[in-house]
C-alpha cells in the first residue's frame, strides 16, 4: 500500500520503519528537520534499493513539506497522522486544501474521542474518509508491533485492514466502533494503565519501607512468573531496578501526565462511573509536581522503561 506518514517521533519513526519492512510504500514527513534527515535511515533495507541512488534516499520518500507528500501520494490517499493531540487540527488545516474526494486521514495519535468524531464530521462534507486509531505498545510496540484499536466506518476498516494487521502485532488489532469508537477505547486503556501503574508503584514502595531487606528487583521477577499480578508492567519494573537500582538513583519522583487520564475521570462523571482508582492515580501524578517521592520515582521508571520518557 502506498501511504502518506506524517509525524516522525519516537512512536512515529518506528511504526515508519515496521511498515516500510512490510513492503508498504511510505512518504514521510516530519515538521523538524532533524526528524526528516533521520528518516533517511528508514530505507537502508536491500529489498529498497532501488529506492536508493548515490548511497541516499530520493528525495521524494523523505518530504520537506505537508506539499510536497500530497504530490508524491496521488489520490486516492491514504495519510497516517502521528502527531501529539494538540497538534492534529493544525496539520488538518494544512493538509485539506491539498485532499481530495476518496481520500483518507488516519489519526494513530492519543487524541480525545470528541474530537475524532468532530473531525469524521467536518472531513464528511468534504468527501474525505477519517479513522481514528489508538495505539498502545510504547515504542517498542510500534516497532515490533502494537495493539491497534480503530474506529470509524466498518468499510473503510475492511479496505485498510491489512494495514492495521501488519502495524499490529499478531491478533493485535481490531474494529471498534464508529468514529471516535478507537480513540475512546484508547482513552480507557490509558486510565487504566494510570490505575495499574500506581497499584505496583504503591505496593513497591511499601516492600521497600518493610522491617525486611528485600531484593526488589528479585521480588518483581518472582512476582512475573505466574502469579496473579504477572505483567509486562511488572518486567518494566524490574527492569527499572536493574538500570537505576532499588533507590532509583537519578530518577525523578515527580511524573508527569499526558490528558487521557484526565479525560477519562471527566466522562466517568459524566456517565455517572465510579473510578476512584483512576482519579486517584491521575491526582497523584498532579500532586507529584509538588510532592516529589519514592513511589514517584517507581511511575517514571516504568515510564521510562515502556515509553522512553526521560527520567
Known amino acids: 500500500m502506498k501511504l502518506g506518514y506524517i509525524g516522525l ?27 526528516r534527515e533521520r528518516s533517511v535511515n528508514l530505507y537502508s533495507k536491500p529489498f529498497l534499493t532501488s529506492k536508493v541512488k548515490n548511497g541516499s534516499v530520493e528525495r521524494k520518500m523523505v518530504c520537506g513539506s505537508i506539499d510536497e507528500l500530497m504530490r508524491a501520494v496521488e489520490s486516492p490517499r491514504t495519510i497516517w497522522i502521528m502527531v501529539p493531540h494538540g497538534a492534529v487540527d493544525q496539520v488538518l488545516d494544512e493538509l485539506i486544501p491539498n485532499l481530495r474526494e476518496g481520500d483518507t486521514v488516519i489519526d494513530g495519535g492519543n487524541s480525545l474521542y470528541r474530537d475524532s468524531m468532530r473531525r469524521a464530521n467536518e472531513l464528511e462534507v468534504k468527501g474525505i474518509h477519517f479513522i481514528d486509531v489508538g495505539v498502545s505498545g510504547g515504542p517498542r510496540g510500534a516497532r515490533h508491533g502494537a495493539c491497534v484499536m480503530v ?17 499490529a502485532s499478531e491478533h493485535g488489532y481490531g474494529y471498534m466502533g464508529t468514529h471516535g469508537a478507537g480513540h475512546f477505547v484508547k482513552m480507557a486503556h490509558n486510565a487504566i494503565e494510570y490505575g495499574m ?17 528485600l531484593d526488589l ?28 537500582g532499588q533507590d532509583m538513583e537519578g530518577v525523578s519522583g515527580t511524573v508527569a501526565h499526558s490528558g487521557e487520564g484526565d479525560w477519562a475521570v471527566d466522562v466517568a462523571k459524566e456517565l455517572g462511573v ?21 513511589t514517584g520515582k517507581l ?11 526521560k527520567t
Not at 511498515?19 to 514521510?28: A, G, P, S, Y
Not at 501503574?197 to 531487606?213: I, P, R, V, Y
Not at 512476582?223 to 511488572?234: D, F
Not at 465510579?274 to 519514592?294: G, H, M
Open 9 to 35: 517521533g519516537k512512536m512515529g519513526y518506528n511504526m515508519a520503519q515496521r511498515l516500510i519492512e512490510k513492503r508498504h510504500e511510505v512518504f514521510v514527513f516530519d515538521s523538524d528537520k532533524k526528524a
Open 151 to 167: 474506529g470509524g466506518d466498518k468499510e473503510d476498516y475492511n479496505r485498510l485492514e491489512p494495514l492495521f494487521r501488519d502495524a
Open 197 to 213: 501503574m500506581q497499584a505496583l508503584a504503591e505496593g513497591f514502595t511499601l516492600l521497600k519501607h518493610s522491617e525486611f531487606d
Open 217 to 244: 528487583k528479585k521480588v518483581a521477577n518472582l512476582y512475573n512468573h505466574t502469579s496473579v499480578i504477572e505483567s509486562r508492567l511488572v518486567g518494566w519494573m524490574a527492569e527499572g531496578f536493574e538500570k537505576f
Open 274 to 294: 465510579t473510578a476512584l482508582v483512576i482519579e486517584n492515580a491521575v491526582k497523584f501524578r498532579v500532586d507529584s509536581q509538588d510532592s516529589p517521592s519514592y
Open 299 to 309: 511511575l517514571q521508571a516504568m515510564r521510562n522503561r515502556f515509553g522512553g520518557h
